[in-house]
């Protein structure tokens, strides 16, 4: 069996997951042979790790300005892009021109500019573009498709999605490179690109127009002062910092390589108080999206919510499907610290994880659904599935979970179009938001 070669961008805590798969489980399929970052202590770090961890296995660092001698070194078949949103377009677009396939972490990108760019580049190459969409991998929300597939609700006539993110995961956008919408496109388009993309391949439709409203309203020093909080600290890495929300870099080893040793590099901090200034992302918003089939969906995302998970609520022509999952926080690099408030906290308060599918027919009795629950990996149980896809491609797929850059392209839109509506105060159609876009226009319009 020939093993594909693979090359790594962007070497933050999420690039850990493919960087194990490949030396771990999925080391027969493919080899990783280097990574690239602007930051050459992290990489160091990453290499360092990869020594230790598996043995005679190495790494080659590359800068990125050597991205394309890194790909001819290394004879690389895909490129695997973890890095900041806002550089996605770039790397997608320098991998495909030198050859190669991309992988690339949700989102594709952060505006319809970026967009245009990957998908003339994607005609122009031929080359093949997977955007991970791990949540389609879930067992449980596989369930659902299964079920909104067969018809179990008869035709779908419309949607409430609420999706809540707890003071743990929530907070820690607002800590990060993502509390600048012109690095991540805001929660809109970094974190809802997984629930617009889930609706999308659910109802099996598009989205046709978006009406958005939201605010900062709980992060942020102004929205402290009013609540009445009058001590500000900078960062989180600081013995002298006592509150729930900091994040001392310290407290984990990964996190202290990654980040608080490789300051010096590029100055990035990664514990900034989530009540400073300078955050330009929304923490509540809410949508109304209409799609091309005629489904109309409210959504609703909040970020500073006592408990994590959501409900989604499907009406249809023969009833109606109610699913509701508490999820497990999770950021990584805080668990290691018993001293920290939050995470005490978060042992004190914290909440089983349960899921309920529950079928409302009409004119019969209500039933639920047994819940096909995977206690393995993160995402629901969607991470290891998505890698085995990725990196091995022996399952039969008939949900059609595999994404490619059209979904990865529609899953965008709903949260550029809910960014242009806040800014306008207007509801956005999507045809006229892309109409200057022609590759986009032909392709998604």
Not at 217 to 243: L, P
């Amino acid at each position: 069996m020939s093993k594909k070669v693979y090359c790594l961008v962007g070497t933050g805590s999420r690039s850990f997951m493919y960087i194990d798969a490949l030396f771990g489980p999925y080391s027969a399929w493919g080899t990783l042979k280097a990574v690239c970052d602007t930051n050459r202590k992290r990489m160091e770090y990453v290499a360092k790790y990869v020594a230790k961890s598996y043995g005679s296995h190495s790494l080659d660092v590359y800068a990125p300005e050597e991205f394309e001698k890194m790909i001819a070194d290394t004879g690389a078949h895909t490129v695997i892009i973890t890095s900041i949103d806002r550089t996605h377009h770039e790397y997608i677009i320098r991998a495909m021109r030198a050859g190669c396939d991309v992988i690339c972490e949700k989102p594709l990108t952060i505006d319809c500019e970026r967009a245009e760019q990957i998908f003339a580049v994607s005609e122009e190459t031929n080359k093949h573009l997977t955007v991970t969409f791990n949540y389609r991998y879930a067992p449980r929300n596989s369930q659902v498709k299964k079920l909104l597939q067969d018809k179990t609700i008869g035709e779908i006539t419309s949607v409430h999605f609420e999706w809540l993110l707890d003071t743990i995961h929530g907070a820690d956008y607002f800590r990060r490179w993502h509390r600048d919408k012109k690095n991540s496109g805001g929660l809109m388009v970094h974190k809802a690109t997984h629930h617009f993309d889930l609706i999308n391949w659910w109802i099996d439709s598009v989205p046709k127009q978006v009406f958005a409203q939201g605010n900062l309203i709980f992060y942020g020093r102004e929205n402290a002062e009013k609540r009445g909080i009058t001590s500000f600290y900078a960062r989180g890495t600081d013995s002298s910092v006592v509150d729930p929300f900091a994040l001392n870099l310290n407290a984990d080893e990964r996190y202290r390589e990654l980040y608080l040793n490789a300051e010096k590099e590029d100055g990035y901090q990664r514990d900034q108080s989530v009540f400073g200034d300078g955050i330009s992302i929304e923490d509540d918003m809410a949508l109304v999206i209409s799609y091309v089939n005629n489904v109309l969906m409210s959504y609703h995302l909040t970020a500073y919510s006592p408990w994590e998970g959501f409900r989604v609520n499907f009406n249809g022509t023969k009833g109606r499907l109610e699913y509701e999952a508490v999820e497990k926080a999770y950021t990584s690099g805080k668990e290691n610290d018993p001293n920290r408030l939050d995470v005490r906290q978060k042992k004190e308060f914290e909440l089983k994880e349960e899921v309920r599918i529950r079928i409302r027919p009409h004119w019969a009795e209500s039933y639920d659904i047994p819940v096909e629950i995977a206690n393995e990996g993160g995402h629901g149980g969607g991470d290891d599935r998505l890698l085995r896809d990725l990196f091995v491609s022996d399952t039969e797929d008939s949900l059609g979970r595999a994404a490619s850059h059209i979904e990865g392209g529609y899953s965008i839109l709903t949260g550029i179009a809910a960014n242009e509506s806040m800014r306008k105060n207007a509801p956005v159609s999507i045809k006229e938001m892309i109409r200057d876009y022609p590759t986009l226009h032909r392709i998604l319009g």
